[in-house]
Structures are given as C-alpha cells and as structure tokens.
C-alpha cells in the first residue's frame, strides 16, 4: 500500500514509486552474507565488556547488542533523517538533512559509502538562525544543496520511506537512526511526513548512554567522546551524516576496541591552555607525543587479548 501525505492546500501527495529504478532493482539482487561471523564477533564483544565493572550500566549492554547486531551485522538499511527550524518560531522547518547506509553491494567495503542529502525549504530561505543557534545552512559539507519547495520536500522525502520502509518490508528491513528518535518523528509528523507504525529505530542517545551513563547527551558531546571530526552541526545535511557515523561507530565492535571507546576516560576531557589560545594542547616533545598516543591509551589492561583473533585486527 502507498502511503499518501495531506497537505491542506494541495491535497493528497503521493510518494514517487522509485523501486522501478534500475539502480535499486540491481542493489535488491545482492543477499546478506558473513552474518554468522558478525555474530561471534558481536558475542565476544559483549562477553568481555560485560566483566568490566567500570561500565556504567552493564544492564544496558541489551540495547547496545542489538544495536551491534543491526548495524555491524549489516542485517538492514540505515535511514537518518535531521531536521532544523527557524528559532524566532520553531514550527518553521527551514532545512532537512538525510542520510542513508544501504549495506547491499558494500557488504565487505573498507569505507562505507552513504548517500548523504540536504533540503533547503524555498519558503523559508530568508529566515535564518545566528542568535540562539549557530547559522550554517550554507555550510554543508556535502556535494550539493537542493533547493525545494516545503510540499516536494515531502513528497520526496515521503517517497524514500515509501521505498525503504514499505517497499523492502519482506526483503530487507530498515532502522530509523536518530539522535533522540522519538523527537525526530515527532518533527516529521507536523511537517506532513510519517513513518509506519512499527518503524524500527536505532537512537544513538541511548546507545551512547549505555555505556557511558549520559542520558541526553548532546550530538556533539558523543561525537566528541567517540573521537569523530566534524564541523558545521545544526546544518542538517551535516547532522544527519554524523548521527549516522556515530552510529556505526558505537555499533562496531572493533572499532570501539581500537579507540578505546569502552576505557574509563573524561566523556569531555578538559584541557590546559595557555594564554591566547583558544583550543589545543601543548605537548612537550615528540617522545612524549608518541607515549600519549600509543602507549598511555593501549596499557596492559586492553579490553582485548593480543591472540584474539576474532575482534582485534
């Protein structure tokens, strides 16, 4: 069934059928594979982590399995979506962002490639942030910015999670990523956009939380603990990328272990600076450089075994 989006002016939006293309006809003709060798990894993972008594909630490691299993197991689609507003009034969506992980023909690819997108709303293009929340609608690090109207937004939007989350129901399934899930949908629900019912979601908020004990972390905050660069947050199109690098970055079990992702250490470690110097810090020597980077974070208290073959590369 095709999902329809009401708008009160125009009527009835109708999703585009876009699985006649060729391009997502050839990527439904590539099967999943090594799922049972991501499980063992996945399984190991958790088993070592779990032993740890400085993790903060080893409860919670269900959350962050299942995750790893989604996302590391490349059992499905990754779909994120990023929304900004006008901060005079916040019912005004001025930009979306999305970005999409589909491991179907990249199963074994060194860098994951993602779709990434950014949606300008024409309605709304003079009404710009900059007093409560930073201005960077013309900061995005993608490609290109598109430029549409508020209902072909929708529409297009609309579309995609027609394909992804409808279509691909019996195929392959898709999560909804998010930084804050619920919030998400909510913005999209008074935009005109919806998700079905019993859409499955990966929330890195709560990922993060659960083994780092911060409950509402900001985007930021996590990208910052998880040592992943970005610039330009609150651009949309940027937003939705780096949620959905988070994502796979707290999702992959190697990863975490080889950026020491589950070692005691400061979520936002502070830094002496001096005088005239606004970010940074001052090291004394090389010696003392090449210590703090690959001998004070790999001590003999690695969450791994050197023998271990199954997660340590």
């Known amino acids: 069934m095709v999902a329809s989006v009401k708008d009160s002016k125009n009527g009835s939006v109708i999703p585009i059928k876009i699985d006649r293309s060729p391009y997502f006809r050839q990527l439904e003709s590539s099967e999943p594979n090594g799922q ?106 993608g490609k290109t910015t598109y430029i549409l109207s508020q209902v072909e937004a929708v529409k297009f939007v609309q579309s995609l999670i027609q394909y992804y989350f409808i279509d691909l129901l019996h195929k392959r399934q898709c999560y909804l990523v998010g930084h804050d899930v619920r919030g998400d949908i909510e913005w999209m629900r008074k935009l005109g956009i919806h998700f079905p019912k019993d859409t499955s979601s990966l929330d890195t908020q709560k990922i993060y939380a659960a083994s780092h004990g911060m409950n509402g972390a900001s985007l930021k905050n996590a990208l910052r603990s998880a040592d992943i660069p970005h610039a330009f947050l609150h651009n949309a199109g940027n937003d939705a990328y780096y949620t959905l690098v988070l994502a796979l970055r707290l999702c992959d079990p190697q990863s975490r272990a080889l950026s020491t992702l589950d070692k005691p250490h400061p979520i936002l470690p502070k830094k002496k600076l001096r005088p005239n110097c606004s970010e940074g810090e001052f090291v ?20 791994y075994d050197s023998d271990d073959e199954d997660v340590s590369l």
């Not at 003392?288 to 001998?295: D, E, G, N, Q, T």
């Open 36 to 141: 049972l060798y991501y499980d063992r990894i996945i399984n190991k993972y958790i088993q070592k982590i779990s032993k740890q008594s400085r993790l903060y909630n080893p409860s919670s490691l269900a959350i962050l399995k299942d995750g790893m299993k989604a996302v590391y197991g490349r059992r499905g689609i990754l779909f994120c979506i990023d929304v900004e507003a006008w901060e005079v009034n916040t019912k005004i969506v001025t930009e979306l962002g999305i970005a999409i992980f589909d491991p179907r023909k990249q199963a074994n690819a060194l860098m994951p490639n993602i779709t990434s997108i950014h949606i300008i709303i024409k309605e709304n293009m003079k009404r710009k942030n900059g007093r409560f929340v930073p201005e960077h609608s013309h900061n995005y690090n």
């Open 284 to 303: 004394d020597s090389a010696e003392a450089l090449i210590s703090r980077l690959y001998v004070q974070e790999y001590k003999s208290d690695e969450l």
